[in-house]
């Protein structure tokens, strides 16, 4: 008995220690990678970090409008905006560790790791005010981070702003860095130094209202990027925009082919933007729209600029529904924008923006140079990328009841010398007009790119006028920021309810100003 009771007992023993020993090995799952290559990291990071045209976003811009309610409104009812930037700020932080396996900070995933926080910080502040920056991205170490003010966000990312030019400047001094997967750039860190800088004139522009803050150093910082090129390369030309090229296989532009049959009559230009380029007499007019049928009917040349008009954001949807089909409106453009699935690259950090904003800067006397110079090349550059130039240009049109493969085309005339001659594109000198014509034409150029920055800018400004009524809703007003996120005002109550308290006396207000535009 004894005996069979040993060899029971060390059978147990062994099953035991088998047993143990096969569920630690099945912790472990050898088909799971339990790390990952940095440049495929930056690859997702860099594709959530594009804006997409033709979305709710440009709606919001009133750069087009939706004329039926399945599709989509004008409507400014904005709730809760999402965190799940800090997702993508997460996988940033882990191409950082990532990298920094094989090669040591300063690489060029953690000098793009830095330009990448201070772009998503930007966008998030930008929606809602303040925003957890120095304690957030901590994980389990702190579930509950608090909030920063607004101040020291942008303060926080002029800084990483600052270091990440600093950081890429030293690795290409270095020479023979890897970088890969980057579809902005080709992997080339000198042609993102002068993205960071172009976006570091972005950021100190939109603090416009903050000039005289010593703790911000607006014009120091702004003169500085400008007059010192070698540390502080910018954009020279429209090749150095960081863009968003499209493939007509797995990147498709938005309106495509594939669309047109669904959606074409859906959406119409708004009068904000097409009224405004029709009264400047601008020949992007005829690329970014379709002539009017009811004002062709009437008498007007397809060509002409008196064919062209666009809807109010703020009318009733109905109305406009119904004013849309009987063809008192423009569309999108089918040549250019539903042809073909490559229409055009969209723009995220641009060389037509870069030189408004300069020339903003001298309008406020933050610099020394010439606002009309930068002006004008604004113009120039944002004309061109609709492939204007001097002399006879073909334009063109769907025909009346046409598929998209049914076209008319025209010829049109353009001239800068006679387009800069008139009285409203002329700029008017450093004074309150000069400043209009800029952010006019900021506007303009911003048409289907460069995500938010339409809306922004008229926030801080209030130009271009945006047009408001029963269709915008929100008591016909245009909303100043969304609101926090609900999951965030359960999980992290008494930080976000102590930002809300501080910013807007205790309510999440889409209408209430934040700090950046007071």
Not at 213 to 234: G, M, R, V
Not at 402 to 429: E, H, M, R
Request: charged share 15%; glycine share 6%; proline share 3%.
């Amino acid at each position: 008995m004894k005996k069979i009771l040993s060899i029971v007992s060390v059978s147990v023993i062994l099953c035991t220690a088998s047993c143990k020993k096969k569920f630690d090995t099945l912790q472990n799952d050898p088909n799971r990678a339990t790390s990952v290559p940095a440049s495929l990291v930056l690859n997702g990071v860099l594709s959530d970090i594009y804006q997409s045209p033709f979305s709710p976003t440009q709606r919001w811009n009133q750069f087009y409008a939706c004329n039926y309610a399945y599709y989509g409104d004008q409507q400014y009812t904005w709730s809760g905006v999402s965190f799940n930037t800090y997702n993508t700020l997460k996988n940033v932080i882990k191409m950082e560790e990532e990298a920094g396996k094989n090669v040591a900070s300063p690489n060029p995933y953690s000098a793009l790791g830095k330009f990448l926080r201070a772009y998503l910080f930007y966008n998030l502040s930008m929606q809602t005010g303040d925003i957890p920056v120095s304690d957030a991205l901590k994980s389990l170490a702190n579930i509950s981070p608090k909030y920063d003010s607004q101040k020291e966000v942008f303060k926080q990312i002029l800084v990483l702003l600052e270091e990440a030019n600093t950081d890429m400047s030293t690795v290409i001094t270095k020479g023979g860095y890897l970088l890969s997967n980057d579809f902005y750039y080709n992997n080339d860190l000198s042609k993102w130094r002068k993205a960071v800088n172009a976006f570091k004139l972005r950021v100190l522009i939109q603090l416009s209202k903050y000039e005289g803050d010593a703790d911000l150093s607006i014009k120091q910082k702004f003169t500085e990027t400008l007059t010192n090129a070698a540390k502080y390369p910018i954009f020279t030309n429209m090749e150095d925009n960081m863009q968003y090229v499209y493939n007509a296989q797995y990147n498709k532009y938005p309106t495509n082919p594939e669309s047109f049959g669904f959606d074409v009559a859906r959406y119409n230009m708004t009068s904000t933007h097409l009224n405004t380029l029709v009264n400047l007499k601008d020949p992007r007019t005829f690329y970014v729209a379709e002539p009017a049928a009811a004002l062709i009917a009437g008498g007007a040349a397809p060509n002409s600029f008196a064919a062209f008009n666009g809807a109010g954001s703020g009318e009733d949807l109905a109305n406009m529904s119904a004013d849309a089909g009987l063809g008192k409106y423009s569309f999108i453009n089918r040549k250019r924008y539903y042809s073909t699935f490559t229409a055009e690259n969209c723009i995220q950090i641009g060389y037509a923006e870069m030189c408004f904003n300069i020339a903003e800067a001298v309008n406020r006397g933050w610099i020394t140079a010439t606002a009309e110079d930068w002006y004008t090349k604004g113009i120039q550059a944002s004309i061109g990328f609709y492939g204007i130039v001097s002399g006879t240009n073909t334009v063109t049109f769907q025909k009346p009841s046409g598929t998209l493969s049914d076209y008319n085309t025209y010829t049109i005339n353009y001239d800068w010398a006679t387009y800069y001659a008139q009285p409203l594109v002329k700029y008017a000198g450093n004074s309150a007009a000069g400043l209009n014509q800029i952010v006019t034409q900021k506007y303009l150029a911003f048409y289907q790119n460069s995500g938010w920055e339409a809306y922004y800018n008229w926030r801080r400004t209030g130009i271009p006028t945006f047009n408001t009524g029963a269709g915008t809703g929100n008591s016909n007003r245009v909303a100043l920021r969304f609101q926090y996120p609900t999951a965030e005002k359960s999980i992290n109550t008494a930080n976000v309810n102590a930002a809300i308290q501080s910013q807007f006396s205790g309510t999440d207000d889409i209408n209430a100003k934040m700090w950046i535009i007071k």
